[in-house]
């Protein structure tokens, strides 16, 4: 899905609720954004910069800058989002360190009257609304493929994301209930990967010589090729290894897909969904009536789309969706 800007100008222009540009023109939204160092959070900031400098063109808003604060850190974030409620902006879009830790700072800036959406890394604060995907679903389908490929069940290695951040819980959470679900199956070892292929490498590597022989490997993202690397490293035969959408990985898979008919899945949430929480943002200054709490679909990759969807990803990249005003329309209303 490419972005469609002017298409989503024309439609806030016509919509039968008023018009968004002529009532968000003067509006300002920020990007609070916790962690930049994986290609998930660069295409993420990449999608955002693009869309939202065409929308300050367009003068469907008036500015809509991006702020990463260092490493992740809760208590850093929470200052970055007090600043820029001094600094007056109308809407924060939050990607969350912590989906605690944040909300005294969010309740703050809801109660200078700022608008505040998260994503990805959503906040529970009531008062704040949440666009996400199903992240436990997203782990609990990882182990459904696997005990479809496998009914005899096998030894899984799990490689967990960023600890203490929302997404790596529900997927952890999911990846629980598969297991659950398909008895057979066991995680005998659970390492964290920090959704980087280096960091994910390197933990790999360091339980591999204590581990039985592996069936699967079940992960959260930007860790599949790094899986892959410790395995050949250590001499072992690379599992099946549910990837996350990232080129090297996907480019990986297809080799060996050429090579000796390897097969796998990839799952992820689109980095583009930081564009979508932009147009919620708009939409709820436009005085949309928008529920607290949005779900939007996962992307995955089969055997049967690998080229595809390969082809679509920049080098370096992930494979992405940007979404455009009607976009967010639809999801907004349940059509989407």
Same mark, same amino acid.
């Given at each position: 899905?490419?972005?469609?800007? &002017?298409?989503? $100008? %024309? !439609?806030?222009?016509?919509?039968?609720?008023?018009a968004a540009v002529a009532d968000t023109s003067s509006k300002k939204i920020a990007?609070?954004?916790?962690?930049?160092?994986?290609?998930w959070r660069q295409a993420m900031l990449k999608s955002w910069g693009t869309v939202t400098s065409k929308a300050v063109a367009d003068k469907v808003v008036a500015d809509a800058s991006a702020f990463t604060t260092a490493e992740n850190q809760a208590t850093e974030q929470a200052a970055q989002i007090q600043n820029l409620i001094l600094q007056g902006y109308d809407a924060i879009v939050v990607n969350a360190a912590s989906?605690?830790?944040?909300?005294g700072a969010v309740k703050e800036a809801c109660d200078a009257g700022v608008t505040v959406v998260s994503f990805d890394g959503i906040v529970t604060e009531p008062c &704040?609304?949440? $666009? %996400? !995907?199903?992240?436990?679903?997203?782990?609990?389908?990882?182990?459904?493929?696997?005990a479809q490929r496998y009914p005899q069940g096998g030894n899984l290695l799990e490689i967990r994301?960023?600890?203490g951040v929302f997404v790596d819980d529900e997927i952890h959470k999911g990846?629980?209930?598969?297991?659950?679900?398909?008895?057979?199956?066991?995680?005998?070892?659970?390492?964290?990967?920090?959704?980087?292929?280096?960091?994910?490498?390197?933990?790999?590597?360091?339980?591999?010589?204590?581990?039985?022989e592996i069936r699967g490997v079940v992960t959260q993202g930007g860790d599949g090729y790094g899986a892959a690397q410790a395995f050949k490293g250590a001499g072992r035969p690379v599992p099946t290894i549910i990837m996350g959408n990232r080129q090297d990985e996907l480019l990986w898979w297809k080799e060996q897909k050429d090579a000796n008919g390897y097969e796998t899945m990839s799952v992820s949430i689109a980095p583009g969904v930081g564009t979508l929480a932009f147009w919620v943002a708009q939409q709820i200054l436009d005085g949309k009536d928008v529920p607290k709490d949005l779900i939007v679909p996962f992307l995955s990759v089969e055997q049967g789309n690998l080229e595809e969807r390969l082809n679509q990803t920049e080098k370096g990249g992930v494979t992405n969706v940007e979404y455009s005003l009607s976009d967010a329309q639809a999801v907004i209303g349940g059509k989407k």
């Open positions: 899905m490419k972005i469609r800007v &002017a298409l989503a $100008v %024309a !439609v806030a222009a016509t919509c039968l609720s008023g990007l609070s954004n916790n962690y930049a160092g994986n290609s989906p605690t830790a944040l909300n &704040a609304w949440r $666009v %996400a !995907v199903d992240f436990r679903k997203m782990g609990e389908i990882q182990v459904d493929y696997l994301g960023l600890a990846i629980e209930d598969g297991v659950k679900k398909h008895t057979n199956f066991k995680i005998v070892s659970s390492v964290h990967g920090d959704w980087t292929q280096e960091v994910a490498q390197k933990a790999v590597a360091g339980v591999l010589p204590t581990l039985p």
